[in-house]
């Protein structure tokens, strides 16, 4: 069974300071990784993902991930936080053998002005 | 496109009664997903359909929820009769099959409350 966690329920950064979003995941192949992210009363929007290829994924809004296989994490990343970041945002992994996504349950990050 | 179609936006309904939950997905992709989103269990998949076929409906909660998927532009999904605990956001989600990995693309969402 495929699994992710996401270990913080919030994170809180200054404006202006990198962020990072934690995930770890669990697949028995393969993993195809994803992050969205949820805005106040609205769906999920996708953000990036990371298929194969170069371990560092770039995204929508000057977002990153890095992939590391060694520690099975994909890990968000912004060098520079902006209090319109401010959201909730889920990490998502699928296997080859599936179609469907599984999601972590979520972060949420407050970026003070 | 005008993305992913969900309606209505808000129910309030009671107990007992039927729901129904529909979802337009974007034009042109053949797989269909609905979720429940609430705090207590956060995002769930519920079933999901490929070119109108159900695939996976193992995260149905009980017989009291159905979905269908008449055609490539529709889908409902329906609770019969309800109850206060399927009270949640309910999301459509559709998306194409990219080589190596498909992002869905979510709809707005249906706020559910069950008195």
């Known amino acids: 069974a495929q699994s992710v966690a996401q270990p913080e329920d919030q994170v809180n950064v200054a404006e202006g300071n990198p962020l990072t979003v934690k995930c770890t995941y669990s697949v028995s192949g393969n993993p195809y990784l994803f992050w969205y992210v949820q805005y106040p009363n609205r769906g999920l929007q996708f953000l990036l993902k990371?298929?194969?290829?170069?371990?560092l994924v770039k995204g929508s809004y000057g977002f990153e991930a890095e992939f590391n296989k060694s520690q099975t994490s994909f890990h968000l990343k912004k060098p520079s936080a902006l209090v319109s970041d401010s959201a909730l945002y889920f990490c998502a992994v699928r296997d080859t053998g599936r179609r469907a996504l599984t999601f972590g349950s979520g972060t949420r990050l407050q970026v003070q002005p | 496109d005008a993305g992913v179609i969900q309606s209505p936006r808000h129910e309030v309904t009671e107990m007992g009664q039927e729901v129904t939950l529909r979802c337009k997905p974007i034009s042109g992709h053949d797989y269909l997903f609905w979720y429940r989103q609430t705090m207590m269990r956060g995002l769930e998949l519920l079933i999901y359909f490929n070119n109108n076929v159900p695939i996976d409906d193992s995260g149905m909660p009980e017989d009291r929820f159905s979905a269908k998927m008449p055609n490539a532009s529709f889908s409902t999904l329906k609770i019969q009769p309800s109850e206060p605990r399927d009270s949640a956001v309910y999301f459509c989600?559709?998306?194409?099959?990219?080589?190596?990995?498909?992002?869905?693309?979510f709809g707005p969402g249906t706020r559910l409350t069950v008195l």
């Open positions: 990371y298929i194969t290829g170069d371990n």
């Open positions: 989600a559709s998306s194409f099959p990219v080589a190596g990995g498909n992002e869905q693309f």
